[in-house]
């Protein structure tokens, strides 16, 4: 009888080697089908292009400033306030994506920059904080905005619009995230304010652009070409934001001595200087949106040693009409509806006019 293998019973190394391939082939095969699946139902519910990686929406990809808001852009929805009341948002951005406000256009000229809040994507045009300030103020005024921007991304901001709007003050408000949103490290260990995109960093007196991601570099770049891998990521880190212990507890906790915190206050201080440099001439003050600590005593300290002028009416006005019942907050619990705005924009614009350096005559 020959020793031989059995004619059939392949279990040589080949053999393995054509399972490997063939379970490799049905993963990508299946992925593949996914993927399809899941751009076709985007063209579906929002028209997104089916072979292009870009999605509509409020926001584009910018090379300097990581992302931007979205030029030319117009959209109709619903929202809903914290208190459960349904309004309509019809929103939109000019060709340089700013935001406008209907206001006097023979009256000074207000630039103001932020995340976010500024953004106001939660209310409609000539609702936001900014709006209601230049109505109050009988001015111009111009918003320029991003959900997630750090300090960098304004000061950016700020030096490419100074040109173009020529304004008499220069507003940037500020909030606790910017300290997440300026230092690397901090923005890589949170789950709530971590935009996983890459953005500039202003780190040991240049510009950096780096990704604060969870993950190898390698999967940033199928993320960026996968809306499969993009969703899961995304569903991923709500999880982790809703069970893990968030850098910001950590902070709390520990206050201005958590580790980093120094460092992000250092780095933020010296954009800040950069901002007052190319405010010069004109008026700048910092608007605060909210104040919490450790953060605001640092933002405090910070502006006092600069020589900027801090005004923090907007925030208290609205903290105390939300402790009197006041439905202020969009559903998130994060940002203002439109009341909130208006409670905002009037305490703001109350406090400019008691300052006599500022120009503003009521």
């Known amino acids: 009888m020959s020793g031989g293998a059995i004619p059939g019973n392949n279990t040589g190394p080949k053999s393995w080697i054509r399972v490997l391939l063939l379970t490799l082939l049905g993963a990508v095969a299946l992925f593949a089908v996914a993927e399809m699946y899941q751009r076709l139902q985007d063209w579906r519910h929002t028209r997104a292009p089916i072979l292009s990686n870009d999605r509509p929406g409020p926001f584009r990809y ?10 030319s852009y117009k959209s109709t929805y619903t929202r809903r306030t914290l208190g459960g009341t349904i309004y309509s948002v019809h929103y939109s951005s000019d060709a340089s994506g700013l935001r406008l406000c209907s206001t006097n256009v023979k009256g000074k000229k207000i630039l103001v920059v932020g995340d976010s809040h500024t953004q106001a994507l939660e209310v409609s045009d000539d609702k936001p904080y900014p709006c209601v300030l230049a109505r109050d103020l009988k001015a111009a005024a111009v918003a320029y905005g991003a959900g997630g921007y750090g300090t960098l991304q304004e000061r950016m901001a700020i030096e490419r619009f100074i040109p173009l709007v020529q304004p008499d003050l220069i507003i940037v408000q500020t909030g606790y995230d910017d300290f997440m949103n300026n230092e690397f490290d ?67 906790k520990a206050g201005a001595s958590y580790p980093g915190f120094d ?25 605060a949106s909210d104040l919490k600590e450790p953060y605001h005593s640092a933002f405090k300290k910070m502006f006092q040693d600069l020589g900027i002028l801090m005004i923090e009416d907007g925030a208290v006005a609205f903290n105390e ?42």
């Open 186 to 252: 901090l923005e890589k260990a949170s789950f709530v304010n971590n935009h996983n995109m890459r953005r500039p960093y202003w780190r040991s007196g240049q510009i950096e652009y780096l990704i604060p991601s969870h993950f190898p570099l390698w999967f940033e770049s199928l993320r960026s070409h996968s809306r499969v891998a993009s969703n899961w990521y995304d569903s991923l880190l709500v999880k982790k934001w809703a069970k893990e212990r968030n850098v910001e507890d950590e902070i709390a």
């Open 321 to 362: 009409a939300r402790e009197r019942g006041v439905d202020v907050y969009y559903r998130d619990s994060i940002h203002f509806n439109e009341a909130g705005h208006q409670i905002f924009g009037d305490a703001l614009a109350k406090a400019i006019l008691a300052h006599p350096e500022l120009h503003f005559n009521k």
């Open 62 to 71: 910018d090379a300097k400033l990581g992302w931007a808001p979205r030029e």
């Open 263 to 287: 460092r992000s206050v250092a780095e933020t201080s010296e954009i800040f200087a950069q901002i007052k440099a190319l405010s010069a001439g004109r008026g700048l003050i910092v608007a």
